[in-house]
């Protein structure tokens, strides 16, 4: 594969045509991104967000739709959204094997072939390993589900802050008394001690007691995408240096010998290595993403907030009451200085009251 790519510098391809497959690769991870974005923007309401999608959609192709093929239809997003299912948890092993499976088809016996360190190439497996752990932990774990056993002794945990949590307030569901900090998941249809959110991908809320899983979860799958990517890209760069193609002249359309660009580089990548630079695109693109987001939840965790919480506070500013100066500011009530944050978060407060 790799001979076959040097004798590339030599060939003086310079038809247009071959950039279309440039063109449709960058497509591939604008429209990725596009997707990407929009479900991050609507992930506070996104209920109500797929309810109006729904509802705009029926109306536009109702009527030429079958009855029944509608209501299979709705049957499944409703089943799919608000109840609590494997398929993402089934997606997101699928795209792991996809990934894996092509850097181990390709980028490891080629990386070995040109030399590369053999700890450095086994780093994403030892990776995964640790990954595929707390995946697991998170899957599994009790993220602190209050239960009538339980219930008073979570009572007396966190005070109640007036705004976000009030005393005497009822779980309708559950029918007892709801704990500060607590909330009702409908998707998994009870009440969870210090719920941060329910996760699509473990197919499991995440609270109290397993927050910590989680956030060594997002670590370690950012690890993950930062070493395949920074393995691949490695490789693509080496393999275009011994080729020497960086030097290499081409015939354009007027029949002229230039120098070749970034673009053409790119292009040769891209049609001697296609499932390199598509597993390479959406590595990067998962590794900004799993960035922003972990960056996100160890900043409330340093803060000790949730997102449940940070979600709310555009509806705490609407309703904060400023004729009381001396209540404390939501979002302050609970945090207690980083140590202590880090603390609560390693060992959760599950049996003693120490915010007052």
């Excluded at 398929?87 to 699928?94: D, G, I």
């Excluded at 996100?296 to 009381?324: G, Q």
């Amino acid at each position: 594969m790799i001979e076959g790519f040097r004798g590339l510098a030599q060939k003086s391809q310079g038809q247009r045509k071959e950039m279309d497959f440039l063109i449709l690769f960058l497509i591939y991870v604008a429209f990725s991104l596009f997707c990407m974005v929009v479900a991050i923007k609507f992930s506070r309401q996104s209920q109500e967000c797929f309810a109006r999608i729904s509802h705009r959609i029926t109306q536009m192709i109702g009527p030429v739709i079958p009855r029944w093929l509608q209501v299979a239809v709705q049957m499944a997003l409703h089943r799919l959204i608000h109840q609590r299912n494997a398929f993402f948890l089934a997606l997101h092993l699928v795209l792991e094997i996809a990934v894996y499976g092509e850097y181990s088809w390709e980028v490891f016996p080629s990386c070995l072939e040109l030399g590369f360190s053999f700890s450095i190439l086994l780093l994403p497996y030892i990776l995964m390993l640790g990954k595929m752990y707390f995946f697991y932990l998170c899957c599994t774990s009790d993220p602190g589900i209050i239960s009538p056993t339980n219930h008073k002794q979570l009572l007396k945990v966190y005070a109640y802050d007036g705004i976000l949590y009030q005393r005497a307030c009822i779980c309708s569901t559950c029918k007892f008394t709801k704990p500060a900090r607590s909330k009702h998941c409908r998707v998994c249809n009870r009440c969870v001690h210090r719920f941060d959110h329910h996760c699509v991908w473990v197919n499991n809320c995440i609270g109290a007691l397993n927050i910590r899983y989680f956030l060594l979860y997002l670590v370690i799958l950012l690890g993950m995408a930062a070493a395949v990517g920074t393995v691949t890209v490695s490789f693509l760069v080496h393999v275009t240096l011994i080729s020497n193609l960086p030097q290499a002249m081409y015939a354009n359309n007027d029949g002229e010998h230039v120098p070749v660009g970034i673009l053409f580089i790119v292009q040769k990548l891209f049609l001697t290595f296609p499932r390199i630079l598509f597993m390479l695109g959406f590595t990067l693109l998962s590794f900004f993403l799993l960035a922003g987001y972990t960056t996100f939840h160890l900043f409330l965790v340093m803060t000790n907030r949730t997102s449940n919480e940070w979600y709310k506070k555009n509806n705490y500013r609407c309703h904060r009451d400023t004729s009381c100066p001396d209540r404390p500011r939501w979002g302050h009530l609970y945090h207690k200085g980083f140590f202590t944050n880090m603390k609560e978060i390693v060992c959760p407060v599950t049996s003693q009251k120490i915010f007052r």
